[in-house]
């Protein structure tokens, strides 16, 4: 045991991560993780980037989704995450799978949404979850992740988190204002999650918690970290798939379509490349917040206020992952631009390719996976591409009940993943918008 421990450590050596506005500042994993953010407000990216052995890829195809995810987390992780403790946390993540479903001639959807959310983001969130889980156990001390939400993140994270030994979970939201579907994700978990309702605005709920992590007391007591979406221990799980994927594409070099807001999951696929995985374009789809579509055109990157449309999770006006998009490029957009196409579409648009897979095929589209699909399609027919085109279908249909009703004039039951929550009981501390009363409350979490 002692030996095998010793070969492993002398094997690998721990992982440096350095920020994409100073790559000269190096923390270690934990650091990386536990802050997500460097100081300068650069993200954190791995040091090198190991290329995967050809018995790898020659092997993928008839492996399972978690031995091809050990290899792939190893090659970053082995230094700092011994392989036993590695493979509980995948093992803990991947507990559903990401089939490969053909919906139109030789393009096929990759379904990201069989979690517990039942969104991709299920894969960064749990992973995330668990190795927090892991830091807390070996430094025996409980991690306290403290999240504003305005919706969405509180049901990620907290179904990350749900569960996870050593860490608990404190979200902050605002009292009235989050949708009542939303608001039982996060509030009738119990156990180690804890939903704090604020009497005030989303604002404040920030606030806060930027107030409790610059204080100092509340720090001696426990380890208080976020949880945010730029965290590299969220994009390295998304880059599993892409791997699994190919294998299950019975290895053929292929084209994948990525439905783009803050661009991690795109950024996932492109450093998967870069280990060595025989991807030929890398197509960026988003729906009219075209920020990154304009920049790949003109060079000129210039952020703005999202728009509202109905694929609503790509509505980013000031996408944070292309920071490190071109910090893997070296800041050349040309060099960017040989495996990147840019593609962007509208609401109508979204729509009717919903409306013609669902007639051609009869498979429910999600707005998401739509704008990724209509990408796919039209790129095939401009270029004549013959392979294999593969997109992300980033939510099941359910999730957005009422844009997919009412667009394929249908009526869809949701899946049970969904439906507990809509009848379960929600239990929240309620609080006013002021440092005191939170402290109270982290005070009852941590005794
Ligand atoms: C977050 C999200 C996206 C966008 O992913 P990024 O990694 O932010 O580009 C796409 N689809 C769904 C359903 C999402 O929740």
Not at 12 to 31: A, G, N, Q
Not at 76 to 94: Q, Y
Not at 260 to 265: T, Y
Not at 406 to 414: A, F, G, K, P
């Amino acid at each position: 045991m002692a030996r095998a421990q010793l070969s492993w450590n002398h094997r690998i050596r721990p992982m440096k991560f350095y920020s994409t506005r100073d790559r000269t500042h190096l923390v270690s994993l934990r650091e990386a993780v536990v802050h997500g953010l460097a100081p300068d407000q650069g993200l954190y990216m791995p040091a090198t980037i190991p290329t995967l052995s050809s018995d790898f890829y020659a092997g993928l195809k008839g492996r399972s989704f978690h031995e091809i995810a050990f290899d792939v987390a190893a090659s970053i992780f082995g230094g700092d995450v011994e392989p036993a403790a590695l493979r509980r946390i995948i093992d803990h993540t991947l507990q559903f799978d990401a089939p490969l479903v053909e919906v139109d001639d030789n393009l096929f959807a990759l379904e990201l949404f069989h979690g517990p959310t039942m969104a991709f983001k299920d894969f960064g969130a749990r992973f995330l979850s668990r190795l927090h889980g892991h830091f807390a156990r070996v430094e025996s001390r409980d991690i306290v992740v403290l999240v504003a939400t305005s919706g969405d993140t509180g049901g990620a994270v907290a179904n990350g988190f749900f569960g996870v030994e050593g860490t608990r979970v404190v979200i902050l939201y605002p009292s009235g204002k989050v949708s009542p579907l939303q608001e039982k994700q996060f509030t009738t978990l119990g156990s180690n999650i804890t939903a704090v309702e604020v009497n005030g605005t989303f604002d404040d709920c920030q606030r806060l918690v930027k107030e409790a992590f610059a204080d100092d007391e509340l720090n001696r007591s426990c380890l208080l970290t976020s949880a945010n979406s730029i965290n590299i221990a969220r994009l390295v799980p998304q880059m599993f798939y892409y791997f699994y994927a190919f294998g299950q594409a019975r290895l053929q070099p292929s084209i994948f379509s990525v439905p783009s807001g803050n661009f991690g999951n795109l950024t996932a696929g492109l450093m998967a490349r870069r280990m060595g995985l025989p991807v030929r374009t890398f197509i960026a789809a988003t729906n009219a917040n075209d920020v990154v579509p304009e920049f790949m055109k003109t060079g000129i990157f210039s952020p703005r206020p999202s728009i509202a449309t109905i694929s609503n999770a790509m509505d980013v006006g000031n996408p944070s992952n292309v920071e490190r998009m071109m910090d893997l490029y070296d800041r050349n957009i040309v060099a960017l631009r040989d495996d990147v196409v840019a593609f962007s579409c509208s609401d109508d648009e979204t729509r009717e390719a919903m409306r013609q897979v669902y007639r051609n095929k009869g498979y429910i589209l999600d707005p998401h996976g739509a704008v990724a699909y209509l990408a796919l399609k039209n790129f095939v027919a401009e270029t004549r591409f013959k392979g294999t085109g593969i997109f992300l279908a980033t939510a099941h249909p359910a999730k957005f009940k009422e844009t997919v009703e009412s667009t394929l004039n249908v009526t869809i039951d949701l899946p049970p993943n969904l439906a507990r929550f809509a009848s379960a009981k929600k239990s929240t501390r309620r609080i006013a918008p002021a440092m005191g009363a939170l402290k109270d409350v982290l005070h009852d979490v941590l005794s």
